[in-house]
């Protein structure tokens, strides 16, 4: 911790550079989702089995961020989050290296792990720079990094892949990490610590019951949507019968959405509370995929349905999408502040989980029955995770 906070100067350029940070990783992660079935067609696989690099990465990150976040605690947060920018961008330009899928999963992994670190360690680190009514509001904030990368990672993985191909993707992400590593390096006071976290805090997480629920709505509105969200490029290929330009766009579109969501969301979480702001979310998710699931019936009953349907699919479901991850951290922070760091990262491996497990069930899927049931299996389970959502929230208000 600091023992003064920064002036306002120096924490706004610590917001940008955090911000910028999220991106970078937040691009990373989606890029391959982007690109998905070229890696497929480019390493001789299925689609489904290239699915998997999404879920062991996923997989991974999940196991990862606990971990990160117990052996840590001595490591200057400085370092941290530049050494992580700096391994990120390593296994990036690892993976566009890669001469198959072994390989590409190794690496893909490694550069992984450090999602796993960057993300939960950023907004700790910012926590210990704002005072404590600023808190949320700051996290809330670096966070919208990850909105923006939703913008420019699914479609700038899909529009590098198809006229570069898919190595150049995973080059590109790495250039970014590069340089989010050195604006990081350049802004972040050193000197930042994390508090040590026992194994007492961890006990203490999972005997309480509200934190584990609240946990449980993450890891399953995690996997309803990336049932479909990880194969994303070959259903709207498949529903649209689009070029790849037009693909992209509709990427855009979701990301777009998911950016306002965010700034919508850190305008509001004040008055609205973490609570609500988390339903409201998970509403808007399932109205989202709600749209998606009647474009599969539209493709073979009313094609001139298929494009309304799919641009108010992406405009629901981004609002929802990022807008709940981030509501999420501040309604953990709200349960239990003294467990928050313990929390925090756990409910980032909630997040990853859910991307392995929905990357892994709809590969099963579309194996057992074909693309067009993932949107329906999203929706079941979205609406499962607004039930658990809302049984939260009652509790910890009463």
Same mark, same amino acid.
């Given at each position: 911790?600091?023992?003064?906070?920064?002036?306002?100067?120096?924490?706004?350029?610590?917001?940008?550079?955090?911000?910028?940070?999220? $991106?970078?990783?937040?691009?990373?992660?989606?890029?391959?989702?982007?690109?998905?079935?070229?890696? /497929?067609?480019?390493?001789?696989?299925?689609?489904? #089995?290239?699915?998997?690099?999404?879920?062991?990465?996923?997989?991974?990150?999940?196991?990862?961020?606990?971990?990160?976040?117990?052996?840590?605690?001595?490591?200057?947060?400085?370092?941290?989050?530049?050494?992580?920018?700096?391994?990120?961008?390593?296994?990036?330009?690892?993976?566009?290296?890669?001469?198959? $899928?072994?390989?590409?999963?190794?690496?893909? /992994?490694?550069?992984?792990?450090?999602?796993?670190?960057?993300?939960?360690?950023?907004?700790?680190?910012?926590?210990?720079?704002?005072?404590?009514?600023?808190?949320?509001?700051?996290?809330?904030?670096?966070?919208?990094?990850?909105?923006?990368?939703?913008?420019?990672?699914?479609?700038?993985?899909?529009?590098?892949?198809?006229?570069?191909?898919?190595?150049?993707?995973?080059?590109?992400?790495?250039?970014?990490?590069?340089?989010?590593?050195?604006?990081?390096?350049?802004?972040?006071?050193?000197?930042?610590?994390?508090?040590?976290?026992?194994?007492?805090?961890?006990?203490?997480?999972?005997?309480?019951?509200?934190?584990?629920?609240?946990?449980?709505?993450?890891?399953?509105?995690?996997?309803?949507? $990336?049932?479909?969200?990880?194969?994303?490029?070959?259903?709207?290929?498949?529903?649209?019968?689009?070029?790849? #330009?037009?693909?992209?766009?509709?990427?855009?579109?979701?990301?777009?959405?998911?950016?306002?969501?965010?700034?919508?969301?850190?305008?509001?979480?004040?008055?609205?509370?973490?609570?609500?702001?988390?339903?409201?979310?998970?509403?808007?998710?399932?109205?989202?995929?709600?749209?998606?699931?009647?474009?599969?019936?539209?493709?073979?009953?009313?094609?001139?349905?298929?494009?309304?349907?799919?641009?108010?699919?992406?405009?629901?479901?981004?609002?929802?999408?990022?807008?709940?991850?981030?509501?999420?951290?501040?309604?953990?922070?709200?349960?239990?502040?003294?467990?928050?760091?313990?929390?925090?990262?756990?409910?980032?491996?909630?997040?990853?989980?859910?991307?392995?497990?929905? #990357?892994?069930?709809?590969?099963?899927?579309?194996?057992?029955?074909?693309?067009?049931?993932?949107?329906?299996?999203?929706?079941?389970?979205?609406?499962?995770?607004?039930?658990?959502?809302?049984?939260?929230?009652?509790? /910890?208000?009463?």
């Amino acid at each position: 911790m600091t023992p003064s906070l920064p002036d306002e100067r120096a924490l706004r350029a610590a917001i940008r550079a955090l911000t910028f940070g999220n $991106f970078a990783i937040g691009t990373g992660v989606m890029v391959m989702v982007g690109m998905l079935d070229l890696i /497929a067609d480019g390493l001789a696989i299925t689609v489904p #089995a290239a699915g998997q690099l999404v879920a062991i990465g996923a997989l991974v990150t999940c196991l990862g961020a606990p971990l990160a976040a117990a052996f840590t605690t001595r490591i200057d947060r400085r370092r941290l989050l530049v050494g992580s920018l700096a391994l990120s961008a390593a296994g990036h330009l690892l993976s566009a290296l890669a001469p198959g $899928f072994a390989v590409l999963a190794v690496v893909r /992994a490694a550069a992984m792990v450090q999602a796993a670190i960057f993300t939960p360690q950023a907004a700790a680190a910012i926590g210990s720079m704002v005072p404590p009514q600023a808190r949320s509001r700051a996290v809330t904030s670096i966070f919208i990094g990850w909105s923006i990368a939703s913008v420019i990672g699914m479609p700038l993985g899909n529009l590098v892949g198809t006229h570069l191909g898919w190595r150049a993707g995973f080059g590109v992400a790495a250039l970014l990490n590069l340089a989010a590593c050195a604006w990081v390096m350049a802004t972040i006071p050193r000197g930042l610590k994390a508090p040590a976290l026992s194994l007492a805090s961890w006990l203490d997480v999972a005997r309480n019951p509200l934190l584990t629920r609240a946990l449980a709505v993450t890891l399953i509105g995690g996997a309803g949507q $990336f049932v479909l969200s990880a194969y994303i490029a070959p259903a709207l290929k498949l529903a649209t019968q689009s070029t790849p #330009a037009a693909v992209a766009a509709v990427m855009a579109l979701f990301g777009v959405f998911g950016v306002l969501g965010n700034l919508w969301l850190n305008r509001q979480i004040g008055r609205r509370g973490p609570h609500r702001s988390v339903d409201t979310s998970v509403v808007a998710i399932a109205i989202g995929l709600g749209f998606a699931a009647l474009l599969t019936l539209a493709t073979q009953w009313l094609p001139i349905a298929v494009w309304p349907l799919l641009v108010a699919s992406c405009v629901f479901w981004g609002l929802g999408c990022f807008a709940m991850n981030s509501a999420q951290q501040a309604r953990l922070a709200a349960i239990a502040p003294a467990l928050a760091s313990a929390s925090i990262a756990l409910n980032t491996s909630m997040i990853y989980a859910g991307q392995a497990i929905g #990357a892994a069930a709809g590969g099963a899927l579309i194996t057992a029955a074909g693309i067009g049931l993932l949107p329906w299996a999203a929706l079941a389970l979205l609406l499962v995770t607004y039930g658990l959502s809302r049984r939260v929230g009652a509790r /910890a208000v009463a």
